[in-house]
């Protein structure tokens, strides 16, 4: 069962247009969610993260947004550039208790020039 | 230059011969872990540490073995390779925050199992 979703598996965006990114989970028990950013041939890097008791968080072109409710969040990027090309996974962990890192299946963001 | 280093990088190797990825990392972090990612189902996590001689299963544990016996070295190992282990493998690190600390991955190893 997969608890942590992410149903786009591509998405093409003009540059210097916003990018959004959406993941959704199904364990309610995760307090803390992450964003890797994974280019070809290279390991994932650290994007930003979000803890549970927060909705927003930002960091520069990048803005995480956090809906507990619909257990849904998003990834920002505005405005978007070439180089923002990427497969993005989402992730999600719990903060006690099992230290696991539940990935996403990525979505595969492109930025038309 | 800080970073985590993964070997061999690419491997072919047949079913039944044992084998050991490595995984080391100069930033004295507390938590490893090793991943795998297949087409279709994302990274899933093999193992992680959480210190020295700590470990504890992840999402897709079976087939593989970890050990950690020092700070700096998590190495992966595959007792019996299987064709179904045929896959790109990441190994991490992190300060151990409670699982909240920023990753830091190595490159990759893609592993072949004939």
């Known amino acids: 069962d997969q608890q942590v979703k992410q149903n786009s598996p591509s998405l093409s965006v003009q540059e210097g247009r916003i990018s959004i990114l959406n993941c959704d989970y199904t364990?309610?028990?995760?307090?803390?969610f992450l964003w890797y950013k994974k280019y070809p041939a290279e390991g994932p890097t650290f994007l930003i993260s979000?803890?549970?008791?927060?909705d927003k968080n930002e960091d520069g072109r990048f803005t995480v947004f956090l809906n507990k409710s619909a257990k849904h969040l998003s990834l920002h990027i505005v405005p978007s550039q070439p180089g923002d090309s990427a497969v993005y996974f989402c992730?999600?962990?719990?903060?006690?208790?099992?230290?696991?890192?539940?990935f996403g299946t990525g979505t595969r963001l492109k930025v038309l020039a | 230059e800080a970073q985590v280093t993964q070997n061999p990088r690419y491997l072919i190797t047949v079913t039944g011969k044992k084998l050991t990825v490595t995984c080391s990392q100069n930033?004295?972090?507390?938590?490893m872990s090793w991943y795998r990612q297949d087409p279709g189902l994302g990274l899933r996590q093999i193992y992680y540490?959480?210190?020295?001689?700590?470990?504890d299963k992840g999402d897709v544990p079976e087939g593989y073995k970890v050990s950690r016996k020092e700070k700096r070295n998590f190495p992966l190992i595959l007792e019996s390779p299987s064709p179904n282990q045929t896959s790109l493998y990441f190994c991490?690190?992190?300060?151990?925050?409670?699982?909240?600390?920023?990753?830091?991955f190595g490159e990759g190893s893609r592993l072949t199992v004939l």
């Open positions: 930033m004295n972090h507390e938590y």
């Open positions: 991490a690190s992190s300060l151990f925050r409670g699982a909240t600390g920023e990753l830091f």
């Open positions: 992730a999600a962990s719990f903060t006690s208790g099992t230290y696991k890192y539940i």
């Open positions: 364990n309610s028990m995760f307090d803390y």
């Open positions: 979000i803890s549970s008791i927060k």
């Open positions: 540490s959480m210190n020295v001689e700590v470990t």
